[in-house]
């Protein structure tokens, strides 16, 4: 009789990593079981059994594309020295990351279940909490700025922040379609450009 669960020698955290690739190219809701299990070299009660369900596998999924593929883009925000050096590190951060990774390009947290009806509630709820507290990472380090004097007090700083927060989600749209890492550098020296318009004194 053949066993049931886990293969010998189950890598946990290989397939782990094969499935952020296949939800980050295919989406929550197009990736199959199948494909997910094909990709981790597993079969379903395994999958089952080391991740609890579909949405427990994306959760993990998600969590380790924020470690490392989607990593380095939103961490130095708090401790560069201004809040301009933070929102140009956040875009010319961004054009590196969503071109460097072969097939799988863009942000899976953007792309990841991008349609809100028809879509798991859940999931759709989890990536647009992670991309609201990314705007709110930015509005957080705008108030500061004002704070300390680097900005007025006039400074919308959620208007801003709205601002570079949709330029990046848009950015990563443009890399799923195949912009190069000059276009996507590009977007982001246009979008720095407004810097000055957008934090002038009203």
């Known amino acids: 009789m053949a066993t049931r669960g886990r293969p010998r020698g189950f890598d946990r955290e290989a397939a782990l990593a094969r499935a952020m690739e296949v939800f980050w190219e295919r989406g929550f809701d197009n990736a199959s079981l199948g494909e997910l299990t094909r990709a981790m070299g597993i079969n379903s009660p395994s999958l089952y059994a080391a991740f609890g369900s579909k949405e427990g596998l994306f959760q993990e999924a998600m969590a380790l594309y924020v470690k490392t593929a989607g990593g380095g883009i939103w961490e130095p925000v ?6 301009r050096d933070a929102i ?3 875009l010319y951060a961004t054009a590196r990351a969503f ?6 390009r863009g942000c899976m947290i953007v792309l990841a279940s991008p349609q809100a009806q028809g879509s798991n509630p859940s999931i759709s709820g989890e990536l647009e909490r992670h991309r609201r507290g990314n705007r709110e990472c ?4 705008l108030r500061r700025a004002v704070e300390e004097g680097e900005l007025p007090d006039t400074t919308d700083c959620h208007a801003v922040a709205t601002f570079y927060s949709t330029v990046q989600h848009g950015m990563s749209i443009q890399a799923r379609d195949g912009a190069s890492r000059e276009e996507l550098l590009g977007v982001a020296d246009c979008a720095m450009s407004a810097w000055e318009s957008l934090t002038r004194p009203a």
């Open 78 to 83: 708090d401790s560069l020295p201004t809040a």
């Open 88 to 90: 140009a590190h956040v």
């Open 99 to 104: 071109t460097g990774h072969g097939q799988s």
């Open 138 to 141: 930015l509005e957080k380090r």
